[in-house]
């Protein structure tokens, strides 16, 4: 109870002094919760702005770290392809001094070997120079000794007169000089003639190769064939009327024996032989034969002989592309379609040598126009008519000059068989052409007989020669074989009897190729042991 009631006391004395002093102590103790509160709100703000410049101060320290190493960065870049260009530079100039080294080491190089070089021609004209002064020493020598045996000699000889003394020393120097004249001679021929004939061969195998022409082995048209034989008594007529007739209008020989429908044309005109052949032909078709028909038909014969004539002279000058010929010219030439030697047409004949002749002069240099000229005319004279005088090619001459052809193509025609003198290159190359197409495979034929005699005239020619056993005409005429006596002939005389052969060969024989000389000299010796 006396706690109770001290209780009741101190609680009323608490809520005594709390009604006294108790509103004092409120905004005391408010006065210092604000002021705590305060100091702590100040102290959190504080605390919370230092955490915030912290913060800031971090991310500004961040930033500018991230920035200093960016420019770091570039600045190394920048460095690096500083050093890098720097380096390149010093690069360049390292192989810009090593190559003006190694420019400046070969120049040394080639002084020294110009200097070795120099010193070594020094050398070798030291050593040139000791050999000519012996030389010369030995050679003073030798004419001192020379110089005494002459005096020696000129003093025996001073009874002789100047043309004695002149014919000894003469044969003294021919029998000095004739074997080295000999030896000379010898090898400037052999050279020349091998170079003319490389040469020659060149040309003539690269025009060959361009031109080929099938052979041409045409016979002159002069047998006419009849239906029956029959037809032979029409064609003589009553008491050979009809026969008559037809060989005074045609001016041909009309030749009907037995052989059975057949007639034959002679005549050596081969344009009137044409025009015969023609019209007997008409005549045997037509049936009616009486001497009004036929100097009818023969009318009409000459007319086409004529225009065929023209036309063959035309197409060959067109064909080869010749102008400016007269059209006398152009017609004389088509009358050589009708021409034959040793079965070659003349014409053919003529179209080829024109083409073989350019080719040639093309081949040389020439102008190719004058030589296909001149070797398309080169034969016209065998189409002129026979009351000229003179050979074809003297003739052709005449007449192409009359109708203002060049004195180059003039000369040409009258040269082409050697007959005149040729004047220029041309005239050689048109007898070179017509040679080659008269000689080429299948382009004439030549009778038995003539072919005899000509072998036989050849090895004639070779027999008439001093030295000469046997002589052998081989290969159709083209080659000459001629064994000589070795106790009479020496190699140097058989060789200048092979020369000899071929000068006479072209000077006295005619032969449309070339003909090959071959000289045997052969020794033997037997003995026999027993």
């Given at each position: 109870?006396?706690?109770?009631?001290?209780?009741?006391?101190?609680v009323a004395?608490?809520?005594t002094?709390?009604?006294?002093?108790?509103?004092?102590?409120?905004?005391?103790?408010?006065?210092?919760?604000g002021?705590?509160?305060?100091?702590?709100?100040?102290?959190?703000?504080?605390r919370?702005?230092?955490?915030?410049a912290?913060?800031?101060?971090?991310?500004?320290?961040?930033?500018?770290?991230?920035?200093?190493?960016?420019?770091?960065?570039?600045l190394?870049?920048?460095?690096?392809?500083?050093?890098?260009?720097?380096?390149?530079?010093?690069?360049?100039?390292f192989?810009?001094?090593?190559?003006e080294?190694?420019?400046?080491?070969?120049?040394?190089?080639?002084?020294?070997?110009?200097?070795?070089?120099?010193d070594?021609?020094?050398?070798?004209?030291?050593?040139?120079?000791?050999?000519?002064?012996?030389?010369?020493?030995?050679?003073?020598?030798?004419l001192?000794?020379?110089s005494?045996?002459?005096?020696?000699r000129?003093e025996?000889?001073?009874?002789?007169?100047?043309?004695?003394?002149?014919?000894?020393?003469?044969?003294?120097?021919e029998?000095?000089?004739?074997?080295?004249?000999?030896?000379?001679?010898?090898?400037?021929?052999?050279?020349?003639?091998h170079?003319?004939?490389?040469?020659?061969?060149?040309?003539?195998?690269?025009?060959?190769?361009?031109?080929?022409?099938?052979?041409?082995?045409?016979?002159t048209?002069?047998?006419?064939?009849?239906?029956?034989?029959?037809?032979?008594?029409?064609?003589?007529?009553?008491e050979?009327?009809?026969?008559?007739?037809?060989?005074?209008?045609?001016?041909?020989?009309?030749?009907?024996?037995?052989?059975?429908?057949?007639?034959?044309?002679?005549?050596?005109?081969?344009?009137?032989?044409?025009?015969?052949?023609?019209?007997?032909?008409?005549?045997?078709?037509?049936?009616?034969?009486?001497?009004?028909?036929?100097?009818?038909?023969?009318?009409?014969?000459?007319?086409?002989?004529?225009?065929?004539?023209q036309?063959a002279?035309?197409?060959?000058?067109?064909?080869?592309?010749v102008?400016?010929?007269?059209?006398?010219?152009i017609?004389?030439?088509?009358?050589?379609?009708?021409?034959?030697?040793?079965?070659?047409?003349?014409l053919?004949?003529?179209?080829?040598v024109?083409f073989?002749?350019?080719?040639?002069?093309?081949?040389?240099?020439?102008?190719?126009?004058?030589?296909?000229?001149?070797g398309?005319?080169?034969?016209?004279?065998?189409?002129?008519?026979?009351?000229?005088?003179?050979?074809?090619?003297?003739?052709?001459?005449?007449?192409?000059?009359?109708?203002?052809?060049?004195?180059?193509?003039?000369?040409?025609?009258?040269?082409?068989?050697?007959?005149v003198?040729?004047?220029t290159?041309?005239?050689?190359?048109?007898?070179?052409?017509?040679?080659?197409?008269?000689?080429?495979?299948?382009?004439?034929?030549?009778a038995?007989?003539?072919y005899?005699?000509?072998?036989?005239?050849?090895?004639?020619?070779a027999?008439?020669i001093?030295?000469?056993?046997?002589?052998y005409?081989?290969?159709?005429g083209?080659?000459?074989?001629?064994?000589?006596?070795?106790?009479?002939?020496?190699?140097?005389?058989?060789?200048?009897?092979?020369?000899?052969?071929?000068?006479?060969?072209?000077s006295?024989?005619?032969?449309?190729?070339?003909?090959?000389?071959?000289?045997?000299?052969?020794?033997?010796?037997t003995?026999?042991?027993?």
């Open positions: 109870m006396k706690l109770q009631s001290a209780i009741f006391a101190d004395t608490a809520t002094f709390w009604d006294e002093y108790g509103p004092v102590w409120v905004f005391v103790v408010a006065g210092v919760a002021i705590l509160l305060g100091l702590v709100g100040s102290w959190m703000v504080t919370y702005s230092r955490r915030m912290a913060h800031q101060a971090n991310q500004l320290v961040e930033v500018a770290r991230r920035e200093a190493a960016v420019e770091a960065h570039e190394r870049q920048k460095v690096e392809e500083e050093m890098q260009e720097k380096r390149s530079e010093m690069t360049r100039e192989d810009r001094r090593e190559i080294a190694d420019l400046k080491l070969r120049e040394i190089r080639a002084h020294e070997e110009s200097l070795a070089l120099l070594h021609q020094l050398e070798q004209k030291q050593e040139r120079l000791s050999r000519e002064n012996a030389a010369a020493k030995q050679a003073r020598d030798v001192r000794e020379t005494k045996n002459l005096r020696k000129l025996g000889m001073s009874q002789m007169d100047a043309e004695e003394i002149k014919k000894i020393l003469r044969e003294e120097v029998m000095e000089c004739q074997d080295e004249l000999r030896l000379l001679r010898r090898e400037t021929l052999d050279r020349s003639e170079d003319l004939e490389m040469q020659a061969r060149r040309i003539l195998i690269a025009t060959m190769q361009r031109m080929a022409s099938k052979p041409n082995a045409d016979i048209a002069t047998i006419v064939q009849l239906p029956n034989d029959e037809m032979k008594g029409r064609i003589i007529g009553r050979g009327r009809n026969i008559k007739a037809f060989e005074a209008v045609t001016g041909v020989t009309l030749l009907i024996d037995e052989t059975p429908q057949m007639v034959l044309i002679s005549s050596f005109d081969p344009v009137r032989r044409e025009i015969a052949r023609i019209a007997l032909d008409s005549l045997v078709k037509d049936g009616r034969i009486h001497p009004a028909s036929i100097e009818e038909s023969v009318n009409r014969a000459a007319e086409e002989v004529n225009i065929n004539v036309q002279g035309e197409s060959a000058v067109e064909y080869l592309g102008t400016g010929l007269h059209p006398e010219i017609k004389l030439l088509g009358k050589l379609k009708y021409r034959f030697s040793y079965t070659q047409n003349v053919d004949h003529s179209i080829e024109g073989l002749a350019s080719m040639i002069a093309s081949e040389v240099g020439l102008d190719p126009n004058i030589a296909k000229r001149a398309l005319l080169h034969d016209i004279g065998k189409a002129v008519d026979g009351e000229y005088e003179g050979s074809h090619a003297t003739i052709g001459a005449e007449f192409v000059k009359r109708h203002d052809e060049t004195p180059i193509v003039v000369n040409a025609i009258a040269a082409h068989h050697e007959e003198k040729p004047e290159v041309y005239a050689g190359l048109v007898i070179l052409a017509d040679t080659i197409s008269a000689i080429r495979p299948g382009a004439r034929a030549e038995m007989t003539n005899i005699q000509r072998l036989g005239r050849l090895e004639k020619l027999l008439s001093d030295g000469v056993q046997q002589a005409a081989i290969q159709a083209r080659e000459i074989r001629v064994l000589v006596s070795p106790q009479h002939v020496s190699d140097d005389q058989a060789r200048e009897l092979a020369r000899e052969l071929r000068r006479k060969i072209e006295e024989l005619q032969y449309p190729s070339t003909i090959k000389v071959t000289v045997i000299r052969e020794s033997r010796f003995e026999t042991a027993t």
